[in-house]
T-cell receptor
Framework: DQQVKQNSPSLSVQEGRISILNCDYT??????FLWYKKYPAEGPTFLIS?????DKNEDGRFTVFLNKSAKHLSLHIVPSQPGDSAVYFC??????????????FGKGTLLTVNP | DTGVSQDPRHKITKRGQNVTFRCDPI?????LYWYRQTLGQGPEFLTY????????KSRLLSDRFSAERPKGSFSTLEIQRTEQGDSAMYLC????????????FGDGTRLSIL
């Protein structure tokens, strides 16, 4: 049973427009959520995170929104650039004894930004 | 800023052989994690260390797998008697302790079993 779902395997956007990547989760114990970007032949690179006490976190062009009641989060990239083309993974973890150590990942969404 | 380093980047071996991978975390990070990623999937948690103590192991980590972090710095992951199903990317990550600390990943070791 997949606890973190990224239902769109791929997304294509034009340079300069907004990219919106979505993620749903089923485990109500998750309280820390992260987005990673992955280029081919490289490991995942941490982008941005949000804890369950917040509903929005922003870092430059990247904003993550969390809707706890819907068990849904999204990553907005504005404006999108060709260098943003990569696979994006959503990940989540529960708080176990004051620690978020076990990440559960979705299957990823391939974002292509066209010049 | 030195990131997480993994060695080797690629390993090709015959079924039944033993393999060992090494991970050097970010120097100030006391937590270290191992994940496995197969094609079309996200990384899956295998095990985690706080300093030298191994605090959790996934049921994915069969008794052919062993991980160590002897001095709380680098870690090794050994797979004994490799099987075809062990072919995957093995990723190491590290983080600071406490809550809401992001994990930072290395570039992984790709294992291919012939």
């Amino acid at each position: 049973d997949q606890q973190v779902k990224q239902n769109s395997p791929s997304l294509s956007v034009q340079e300069g427009r907004i990219s919106i990547l979505n993620c749903d989760y089923t485990n109500s114990m998750f309280d820390y959520f992260l987005w990673y970007k992955k280029y081919p032949a490289e490991g995942p690179t941490f982008l941005i995170s949000i804890s369950s006490i917040k509903d929005k976190n922003e870092d430059g062009r990247f904003t993550v929104f969390l809707n706890k009641s819907a068990k849904h989060l999204s990553l907005h990239i504005v404006p999108s650039q060709p260098g943003d083309s990569a696979v994006y993974f959503c990940a989540a973890s529960p708080n176990s004894g004051g620690s978020n150590y076990k990440l559960t990942f979705g299957k990823g969404t391939l974002l292509t930004v066209n010049p | 800023d030195t990131g997480v380093s993994q060695d080797p980047r690629h390993k090709i071996t015959k079924r039944g052989q033993n393999v060992t991978f090494r991970c050097d975390p970010i120097s100030e990070h006391n937590r270290l994690y191992w994940y496995r990623q197969t094609l079309g999937q996200g990384p899956e948690f295998l095990t985690y260390f706080q300093n030298e103590a191994q605090l959790e192991k996934s049921r994915l980590l069969s008794d052919r797998f062993s991980a160590e972090r002897p001095k709380g710095s680098f870690s090794t992951l050994e797979i004994q008697r490799t099987e075809q199903g062990d072919s995957a990317m093995y990723l190491c990550a590290s983080s600071l302790g406490g809550t809401y600390q992001p994990q930072h990943f290395g570039d992984g070791t790709r294992l291919s079993i012939l």
